[in-house]
């Protein structure tokens, strides 16, 4: 490995290294526009200029394009260096329109921080200033192209890492122009990492623009709820409202980026129909009431019709925390139902799923990047978890055949990241043998169990898609009690009352009930026909893990106060002028929490951990690690 001395701190990197990574190991920060990590070097910005002193060349050279080479001397602080780097930033600051104040990329903006930094605040071109028209790129992008810088992350992101091709680089020379041919919405299912990976404020979230500062947000590390792969995120909030949602940055799973619907999906949190306040046969109520009237009917229940005559449902979508509680209520109880899976198909094809990912066999978007083989069966992935169809587009461009087998697994979502495939009727045609690293992704959507077998006996890695962000998690408790579906259950005739946690089930169901309660942040149908309802917090309002479709848990913190947005609590935009301890609309609580609560009130220990046993290693888990496996 080449040894090299940067700023007279002697480095030892891997060949291949370019000087730029070279000196973040050094602990030595060199600005740069164009060049990002999972997009590699272009060589367009010309801010990383740094001096070589000593080596097989010298002089004035741009760090992210020159690989590091044994007995490199290199300066970043070289007054020739820091000249390149002041002038660059005043020919790219000529055009721009100075408009800080009301861009909302302020706070946050490289060009920005490098305008500070390189000491430049007088603007000696006199003349006029190049300007663009704007387009219309859909209702989540803003685009804003005076504002640019020509460093081409967009496009690179855009065409050659998602495989779009609606957005690309336009004209010539000193007039480059970033955009779509013609207005229209961005059809690619990642566009909305354009503001993410844009350095400046061409590219802003449209949702949440002019609502705050980046030092007025409140984030944490996060994971995203929206299927099973788990990828990080940073929610940002203000005022108890869910603003946005960006990328979080996890090697083990997403890396970089998130998927459109992790991010612009409609989560929920700020909906104005949420119920916030536990019900009692329709009537608001305290904690207090609601707890000792659900815990006092739990009883007479049990009393009156026996053992097996309640069903406790718990959901992929409910933290770990909260089912395993769930269990733990469940074996208080004695003889009733434990559910975790509202249909039986979905709960055969699930548990069936994570019993092959054994042995080594369960793979990460990594693990599917580095593939050289890529069987899709039986799956959308544009439906069932986008960013693994993402990792097939990387495993792709690295030189990966991608299969698709039987006539269930159509060919448009691959085309939607310009992908070329090939059709095969069943994996036995597929020559896995002359590959090194070869994967099948299976959904589990509606699929027999029996196929998922059949990709199992295969010696390839597996990446199976699972119905939820806690799926797994889900599936490894309901191995572990017994449990059996909420279609089963209730099919067996004997069910008399249900509880569920945050569990989507059909209104139907719960009618003719002698018992029927729901604790859920949704405004399910559920939830507004129950008897009793307990408010329960959403995943940015708690601390929690959830348990990806690899079997990887990963913490999620709490981003913000449960309580009504400020903005929805009075015309003229102020809260009421009451004082309490609680926020208004502040009721709902964790629903490991609640399913604790009620455990004591039925005569149980207090629980103040829901780790324990074989589960105990995750409650130091950190939110801004990459997670454990637990299988």
Wanted: charged share 20%.
């Amino acid at each position: 490995m080449p040894k090299i001395i940067i700023d007279d701190i002697e480095v030892e990197v891997p060949s291949g290294t370019v000087v730029l990574e070279a000196a973040k190991q050094a602990g030595i920060f060199i600005p740069h526009f164009c060049y990002h990590p999972a997009l590699g070097n272009a060589g367009a910005c010309r801010l990383c200029a740094v001096k070589i002193i000593d080596g097989p060349v010298k002089g004035i050279q741009m760090s992210c394009m020159l690989p590091a080479q044994d007995g490199m001397v290199i300066s970043t602080t070289d007054p020739d260096a820091v000249a390149m780097r002041r002038h660059v930033i005043e020919w790219l600051m000529l055009n721009h329109p100075h408009d800080c104040p009301v861009c909302d990329e302020g706070g946050e903006c490289l060009l920005q921080d490098y305008t500070v930094a390189g000491g430049h605040g007088l603007r000696r071109y006199k003349g006029k200033k190049r300007t663009h028209l704007n387009q219309y790129l859909g209702d989540f992008i803003q685009h804003e192209m005076n504002r640019c810088i020509q460093c081409y992350r967009c496009v690179r992101f855009y065409q050659e890492f998602a495989g779009g091709t609606d957005l690309g680089a336009l004209g010539r020379a000193a007039m480059v122009y970033f955009g779509r041919f013609a207005e229209g919405s961005l059809e690619s299912p990642f566009s909305g990492n354009l503001p993410d990976i844009c350095p400046t404020g061409v590219y802003t979230d449209k949702t949440a623009r002019f609502r705050a500062r980046y030092w007025d947000y409140d984030m944490a590390p996060s994971v995203c709820p929206h299927c099973s792969l788990g990828c990080s995120i940073v929610p940002v909030a203000r005022y108890r409202e869910l603003l946005k949602v960006t990328a979080g940055r996890n090697d083990a799973v997403n890396g970089w980026f998130i998927c459109d619907r992790g991010r612009f999906a409609d989560h929920g949190v700020n909906a104005p129909d949420r119920p916030r306040t536990p019900l009692v046969d329709g009537s608001e109520a305290s904690w207090d009431q609601a707890l000792d009237a659900l815990a006092l009917r739990i009883k007479e229940l049990c009393a009156t019709d026996g053992p097996g005559s309640l069903a406790l449902v718990g959901s992929p979508r409910l933290s770990l925390e909260g089912n395993l509680l769930l269990a733990r209520l469940a074996g208080f109880l004695g003889a009733v139902a434990l559910c975790y899976f509202t249909y039986g198909a979905e709960a055969r094809a699930t548990m069936a799923a994570v019993s092959h990912l054994d042995g080594g066999k369960a793979c990460s978007m990594r693990d599917v990047e580095s593939a050289d083989c890529v069987a899709l069966v039986e799956c959308d992935l544009v439906v069932d978890g986008p960013m693994l169809l993402l990792a097939v587009r990387q495993a792709w461009r690295r030189g990966a055949v991608v299969f698709l087998v039987g006539k269930g697994c159509g060919e448009e979502q691959l085309a939607q990241v310009s992908v070329t495939t090939t059709r095969v009727n069943s994996l036995d045609e597929i020559p896995f043998a002359g590959f090194n690293r070869p994967v099948v992704i299976g959904g589990t959507r509606s699929v027999d169990p029996e196929r998922l077998a059949e990709a199992a006996r295969h010696r390839t890695g597996l990446a199976f898609l699972l119905p939820g962000p806690n799926a797994f998690g889900a599936a490894l408790l309901a191995g572990e009690h017994g449990a059996v579906s909420l279609e089963e259950a209730i099919g067996s005739g004997r069910i008399r009352g249900v509880v569920s946690f945050e569990a989507d089930v059909p209104a139907g169901w719960l009618n003719g009930l002698s018992l029927a309660a729901v604790a859920d942040f949704l405004p399910t149908g559920a939830a507004q026909g129950a008897a009793a309802f307990l408010p329960t917090t959403a995943w940015v309002e708690m601390d929690g893990t959830f348990v990806n479709n690899e079997g990887r848990a990963q913490r999620f913190a709490k981003v913000m106060t449960p309580g009504l947005p400020i903005r929805g609590l009075d015309p003229a935009g102020h809260p009421p002028r009451v004082h309490r301890r609680t926020p208004p609309g502040g009721e709902p609580r964790p629903a490991w929490r609640i399913i604790a609560d009620l455990l004591e009130r039925l005569g149980g220990e207090r629980v103040e951990e829901p780790f324990d046993g074989r589960w105990e290693p995750l409650r130091d888990l950190d939110p801004e690690g990459g997670g454990v496996r637990v299988k």
